[in-house]
């Protein structure tokens, strides 16, 4: 699905123009965007919980060359799939 067609569903689904809801999404980028950079988490009931973690720096050997690098730290968006989030996609039959 792209956002196109979320757009579309969205719009169908809630009864709102295209347009309200083009911007309803927009708006909610924006937000969880501002969310994350604060590094918080986000928890969506029956949904899931959104975390930002910090990987931390490693070393490793560039294969060709055999030099050691220095990896640096860099942040990662996780999501982590509710329990009832979880038994209702095992419950559904995909063939």
Do not use: D, Y
Not at 50 to 59: D, I, M, P, S
Not at 69 to 83: C, D, E, N, R, T
Request: include cysteine.
């Amino acid at each position: 699905m792209n956002n196109k067609e979320l757009t579309a569903q969205l719009s169908k689904k809630m009864g709102h123009s295209i347009p309200e809801t083009q911007t309803l999404l927009k708006t909610t980028c924006e937000v969880l965007g501002a969310t994350f950079a604060e590094m918080n988490s986000l928890t969506i009931q029956g949904f899931g919980t959104f975390e930002v973690k910090k990987k931390q720096e490693r070393l490793t050997i560039h294969p060709s060359s055999g030099k050691r690098l220095l990896i640096p730290p860099k942040l990662h968006l996780v999501f982590l799939a509710s329990k009832s989030f979880k038994e209702k996609l095992k419950g559904e039959n995909h063939e």
